[in-house]
């Protein structure tokens, strides 16, 4: 399966910046990388498909390629330990799309139980 973009993208170098729950809003995280998605509000952009992945670790929805409310609770959508193998995998195939097409701006910090 190819996760390369269709058109090429030019991305930064990975930051490893803290960036806390608070600073996220206008980024997604998965596994506690943070994506700048900014650059696509046609996607993430208030009141677009995906805007619900914005200012959260949206691991566990993604895993489960879920949008429901409740995958995306910010009290546990970021514990993505309870996921089966399949949707493991699911999150891993995100995380690539995610890492060929946005910047990696820093790491989530202050996550419950980390």
Request: aromatic content about 10%; glycine content about 8%; some cysteine.
């Amino acid at each position: 399966m190819s996760f390369e973009p269709k058109e090429p993208v030019q991305l930064q170098p990975p930051s490893d910046q803290p960036i806390t729950l608070e600073e996220l809003y206008q980024c997604d995280a998965i596994k506690g990388t943070v994506f700048d998605v900014t650059h696509n509000s046609k996607a993430y952009g208030v009141g677009q498909g995906y805007h619900s992945l914005v200012g959260r670790d949206a691991s566990k929805a993604l895993g489960k390629s879920s949008l429901k409310p409740e995958d995306l609770n910010p009290a546990e959508c970021w514990d993505y330990s309870d996921l089966n193998e399949k949707q493991l995998q699911t999150l891993e195939n995100w995380f690539t799309f995610f890492s060929k097409r946005y910047n990696i701006v820093g790491k989530v910090v202050g996550l419950p139980g980390r």
